[in-house]
């Protein structure tokens, strides 16, 4: 029963955005185009531990970090769909939903999720959520900024087979969320910036990346700006390839889209309630196209930890992790602080908040 027990945390692992290789030949990213397949990630089922997510963040203009994630995982004959809500306010307590999803329609021949009363929907424009679930409804728009994404040809290949592999579409790197949220009974308007992306990913569970930081920061004075940086490393048994992300953009502006980019996680310690130390700093350098981009993402607070073993009494969790190796996801409340150096030699200097997760296998 082990596969079934930790199979879901282990799709929710892997639907918090997939990296992608380190790669020095993508094209300039408005140049880059996603086709219908980019968006269906209809790939046949490998023989592995297969994972298939949507997956959403926004900053709002109120401080409020949303987080949704719907996935849907299968390992042999078995598997399931399950949806992930968070939200949460600077220094307030974390809503958070996790629920499994019995009937799940998806549409074969566009991007759609139905279930219950609630609807998914997404094309290259941006998406459009309509979720009715117990304490948590809403209706929100992701209207994009710039065009859909994918790094390369959105494959991230393992193995010589080419049945390991992760695969991203970025589907609104960069958009503006509006519309209107309830959660428990209290409704409010919804203002602010998001990303959202789909990913496919076919590996044995026991072959899951061991570590993997994420952040995604918003904001600014005028312009609205974002910052998506993601880092992690294959299992050993794939050679512990790095795969990496930086995107960087004002407005509808591209100003980067790399992997070659310099990262540090730092800073590590333990906080109440989390059972390992995780970092509560992270340091990005890159350089393209002339600019130049320095700074610090810095955790202010841990809002959320998924992790399977939480809701057992301490005796027994004690045991648990003993003999249990798991996925934990560590969600983080914080913000950036840099500056970026024009090829002129002009800079601007980035104040930006959003969130950020460091996921391990412990």
Not at 290 to 306: I, K
Request: glycine share 10%.
């Amino acid at each position: 029963m082990r596969p079934r027990i930790s199979a879901a945390i282990f799709a929710l692992l892997l639907a918090a955005g997939a990296a992608t290789h380190c790669s020095p030949a993508w094209p300039p990213p408005w140049q880059v185009s996603l086709s219908d397949e980019d968006l269906l990630l209809d790939d046949p089922y490998a023989g592995h531990f297969r994972s298939r997510f949507w997956y959403f963040n926004a900053a709002l203009v109120d401080g409020t970090a949303l987080t949704l994630s719907l996935f849907q995982w299968r390992y042999g004959l078995i598997g399931e769909a399950g949806l992930l809500v968070l939200s949460t306010e600077p220094g307030a307590e974390t809503f958070a939903l996790e629920t499994k999803l019995e009937e799940l329609e998806v549409a074969p021949d566009r991007l759609q999720y139905r279930f219950g009363e609630s609807v998914l929907e997404g094309d290259r424009e941006g998406a459009r959520l309509r979720l009715r679930l117990p304490d948590f409804s809403c209706d929100l728009e992701l209207r994009n900024l710039l065009n859909p994404w994918k790094p390369g040809d959105g494959f991230t290949r393992l193995n010589r087979r080419g049945d390991v592999y992760t695969r991203l579409s970025v589907t609104s790197p960069f958009a503006e969320v509006t519309g209107s949220m309830t959660v428990r009974g209290q409704w409010r308007p919804v203002l602010g910036w998001g990303y959202a992306d789909r990913g496919v990913v076919s590996m044995p569970m026991s072959r899951i990346n061991p570590e993997q930081s994420t952040f995604r920061v918003f904001g600014g004075q005028g312009e609205p700006w974002m910052l998506s940086v993601s880092e992690s490393a294959a299992h050993r048994a794939y050679g512990s390839q790095r795969s990496a992300t930086l995107l960087l953009a004002r407005g509808g502006e591209w100003l980067m889209a790399t992997s070659e980019h310099e990262f540090r996680a730092e800073e590590y310690h333990k906080e109440e309630g989390a059972p390992f130390p995780f970092p509560h700093r992270f340091r990005i350098m890159a350089r393209q196209d002339g600019r130049t981009l320095e700074g610090e993402f810095t955790v202010s607070r841990l809002y959320y930890l998924n992790d399977i073993l939480r809701k057992l009494p301490p005796v027994f969790r004690a045991i648990a992790e003993a003999l249990i190796r798991r996925p934990l996801i560590y969600r983080l409340e914080g913000g950036f602080s840099g500056i970026l150096e024009e090829a002129d030699g002009s800079r601007v200097i980035l104040q930006l908040g959003g969130q950020g997760e460091y996921q391990i296998m412990r």
